[in-house]
């Protein structure tokens, strides 16, 4: 195992197909990062947990987390529920370094990329 890891962590859908997309950008970002542990986490409704899965990385020696919310905005999951999931694996694993990104749909270039993919949609 890597000593560096990088956590997708997405909400979670009862259909397993709703992940499919999740799965492709931990793909994507895995070739990019091959050095680093790219895997998902969910809040709910699917496997693995964030708590779950960082103490597999911390009992695989993992030290270093990022954890990145692939949500569209900063709404309660973001703002309250990952928050004191972060607080709480932090209190458990104390040599663990866990940092939580921001919101990835509330940053300007995925906004951007967001927003050339509607306009575009007018050219279909």
């Known amino acids: 195992m890597n000593s560096r890891a990088l956590i997708l962590f997405a909400h979670g859908a009862r259909d397993p197909r709703w992940a499919e997309p999740f799965l492709r950008l931990q793909r994507l970002i895995a070739a990019q990062l091959p050095q680093v542990e790219v895997a998902l986490a969910y809040l709910e409704l699917m496997q693995p947990s964030l708590p779950d899965l960082v103490d597999r990385f911390v009992q695989g020696g993992c030290r270093d987390v990022t ?56 050219l279909l």
């Open 67 to 122: 954890v990145v919310p692939v949500f569209f905005g900063r709404g309660g999951h973001v703002a309250r529920d990952l928050p004191l999931l972060a607080d709480g694996l932090r209190n458990k694993h104390l040599d663990l370094t866990l940092r939580v990104a921001g919101a990835v749909g509330e940053d300007a270039d995925v906004l951007a990329a967001m927003a050339r993919y509607c306009v575009g949609s007018l």
